[in-house]
């Protein structure tokens, strides 16, 4: 089954069987020697202060490594990890991740996640924030611009929020600047452990 996910998601890309089998044998290579520390061989990070990126849309994740590498995109963990990296790997790394199936996830909080449903699947038109699911899909499966969030750790989520709403991180959508800066602290954590049960 996960062969033929790769080889499915390979054609989609345009990328030829024997080179794509290439492709992934490299990023075996990679993943076993940096990216599984933090992130897990398979993509299902056990840390909630990693992203889960089982499943992650292969361009958005080759788009965000490369932004790691020019600094577009800051992270002291993750600066290092991709100097030596070439923009292939960067493509190998996101059809592996891609092609791996992410897993279903418990919600820690159930009640606080009904509230961040309401803000996921209809925004609150009080305080002018923005539907999630207007841009990243009923289920939080995003695109190959805008991530897929279905699954992700609610801390993680919650960070990256606030990152947009600091304005330190710069290399996504400026819309999010403008919608996590109106999320309310509360919001912000329940939309968070929404989008952790999605799948």
Request: aromatic letters at 8%; glycine letters at 8%; hydrophobic letters at 40%.
């Amino acid at each position: 089954m996960r062969r033929l996910r790769i080889l499915a998601t390979a054609l989609l890309l345009g990328t030829a069987p024997l080179a794509w089998a290439d492709d992934i044998k490299r990023a075996e290579e990679i993943v076993q020697g940096k990216c599984f520390v933090c992130h897990g061989a398979d993509g299902e990070s056990s840390s909630p202060v990693f992203p889960r990126l089982a499943g992650q849309h292969a361009r958005y994740i080759e788009r965000q490594l490369a932004d790691y590498k020019s600094g577009r995109r800051k992270s002291s963990a993750m600066q290092p990890m991709v100097e030596d990296l070439t923009p292939a790997d960067f493509k190998a790394l996101g059809l592996y991740f891609e092609s791996r199936k992410p897993q279903a996830h418990a919600v820690a909080d159930p009640e606080l996640a009904q509230v961040g449903r309401f803000i996921f699947v209809r925004g609150n038109p009080y305080s002018g924030v923005a539907a999630c699911s207007s841009c990243h899909g009923a289920k939080g499966g995003g695109t190959e611009t805008l991530p897929r969030l279905a699954g992700q750790h609610a801390q993680y989520t919650e960070n990256q929020l606030k990152a947009f709403n600091k304005r330190e991180r710069t290399n996504d959508n400026a819309v999010m600047h403008a919608i996590a800066s109106k999320l309310s602290e509360l919001e912000l954590k329940a939309v968070s452990s929404y989008i952790s049960g999605l799948d």
